[in-house]
């Protein structure tokens, strides 16, 4: 990357200089989307761009004031600026040395007065990055985010974003980058960008929503990932090799490798696979009367009924549509609702329930068998307060109204854990000929993969449920793995021959 210089520039920044960056940080620092991220694994060079971005802001935003967010302030000055600080140096840049009055930044000090102050100068300077000409870095913790409430910014850098719980990023973070809009006319300007390793936990899943955006905004997103074989050139031939000595495969292929996990090493599902249980092509397209080219799902049988599966909870309704179709058992939809659909002046939809049911109706209102079975746990059997009829009750009185017939499905006690992870994984391993095989829609069963995709197990073989409880997109966490449960074993459970109640151990085939 060439350097180029500006007249204001301390002479000892006069002089051309090339510094080298791979062809990925290049990328990320000439693209112009002001939302961007970079998603690399280990030594892949996330610091070092940054540092790159900094010098290129500061080039163009004299006095701007940007944030520069990390877990914890020691993360940020012992992993993040070292590598950011070897960039600036590379560009020119020197620490202050007050004993000769040169240099081109402070780091938690106060700057010496020939300094720029930033047009909002921070209160104090004991987590700030002042430089020459008023470009200002100031560090926020994130280990006590309520406390960086009402910063004003003109700009965010994140550190570790798959670290970050998207609720923290979106209510406490961006909203501080705001104001001077008069002051400043530039593309960095407000300039939002997260650097992130792969997320390890489905918390940290959120990051990658900016690689979907890219695709459907590519002027307002950018998304780019790395590894270390990017940046061999300065990492050396041998960097990999080492790590990979010390390290678990898994570890290995995360941190290093940068991929994504599929599924958890514990997970409640280890015969699920995406490749031979997500159905990619299930679309035909056809003319429709005005001759215009349409798409039409191909995977569901249109005069044959639908077979729908409940898990109910306060923060979403899940809705699994399934249909059996020959020794295929398809999951054709994964639907929900969560408070925020709910639309208070729209009387169809007063609770969660109505408002899901109502998407069922409006998604199918074209299906030519009207007939829907209704499978879920034995909370639908329970009624909301102030009602007189049980959520299935509610769920058939809605059908019925829309025009279509149901029948109850949903029976007894939900299955135990353990018989649950042994049932259900015999039938995924597709080594039982009596056990039909499971296909899922791509396009419409994303949540329903994700969500089982991420269900840890327990030691005792019960399924972790504590995403349920985490500031994460309720559809990624464990509710619509449960609707799946439930239609399974209300379905197939009895083709395994097992009795809940005893004290087998079960061996899954490989």
Request: glycine residues 6%.
């Amino acid at each position: 990357m060439k350097i180029r210089t500006l007249k204001k520039y301390p002479t000892s920044m006069k002089s051309k200089k090339r510094v080298y960056i791979n062809a990925k940080q290049a990328a990320f620092l000439q693209a112009k989307p002001k939302r961007k991220c970079f998603q690399g694994g280990r030594g892949s060079g996330k610091s070092s761009v940054k540092g790159f971005k900094d010098h290129q802001r500061m080039k163009y935003l004299p006095r701007a004031k940007f944030m520069l967010a990390g877990l914890t302030y020691n993360h940020i000055l012992t992993k993040t600026l070292p590598s950011a600080e070897e960039s600036w140096r590379a560009c020119g840049l020197r620490e202050y040395d007050k004993a000769k009055k040169a240099g081109h930044y402070v780091i938690c000090q106060k700057p010496p007065d020939s300094f720029l102050k930033p047009y909002q100068p921070p209160r104090n300077y004991d987590n700030v990055i002042t430089f020459f000409n008023g470009y200002t870095l100031e560090m926020v913790s994130l280990d006590r985010p309520d406390s960086n409430r009402g910063g004003n910014f003109d700009g965010l850098d994140l550190d570790e974003s798959a670290l970050v719980k998207e609720d923290v990023f979106n209510k406490v973070l961006q909203p501080m980058v705001r104001g001077n809009i008069y002051r400043f006319n530039h593309p960095f300007f407000q300039e939002i960008c997260d650097y992130s390793s792969a997320a390890w936990l489905p918390s940290g899943q959120w990051i990658y929503k900016t690689e979907e955006l890219m695709l459907a905004e590519p002027e307002n997103y950018f998304f780019i990932q790395s590894t270390s074989l990017d940046n061999i050139a300065v990492l050396g031939p041998d960097y990999a090799k080492k790590l990979k000595a010390t390290m678990s495969k898994l570890e290995f292929d995360v941190e290093v490798l940068n991929r994504r996990i599929k599924k958890l090493p514990n997970c409640f599902y280890p015969a699920l696979t995406e490749d031979r249980h997500v159905r990619a092509f299930t679309f035909s397209y056809e003319f429709n009367a005005a001759g215009i080219l349409v798409p039409k799902l191909n995977d569901i049988v249109d005069d044959e009924p639908l077979e729908t599966s409940w898990d109910f909870n306060a923060a979403i309704v899940s809705l699994l549509v399934c249909q059996e179709v020959g020794q295929e058992f398809r999951c054709l939809n994964a639907l929900f609702r969560k408070p925020s659909d709910i639309d208070t002046d729209n009387p169809l939809n007063p609770t969660l329930i109505d408002a899901t049911v109502e998407l069922f109706l409006e998604t199918y209102k074209n299906h030519a068998c009207k007939h829907v079975k209704i499978y879920g746990d034995r909370n639908g059997n329970n009624k909301s307060p102030g009602m007189t009829r049980t959520f299935y009750e509610t769920i058939v009185e809605k059908f019925q109204k829309g025009g279509w017939s149901c029948e109850i499905m949903a029976k007894g006690l939900d299955s135990e854990h353990r018989l649950r992870h042994v049932v259900i994984n015999e039938l995924l391993g597709e080594t039982n000929p009596r056990m039909p095989k499971v296909r899922m829609n791509q396009t419409n069963c994303k949540f329903l993969f994700i969500s089982m995709q991420n269900s840890p197990m327990t030691d005792d073989f019960k399924k972790d449920k504590k995403s349920e409880k985490l500031l994460i997109d309720q559809e990624n966490a464990t509710h619509l793995s449960d609707t799946f449960d439930n239609i399974i074993m209300a379905k197939y459970g009895h083709l395994m021959d097992f009795d809940q109640g005893d004290d087998r151990v079960y061996f899954l085939s490989a």
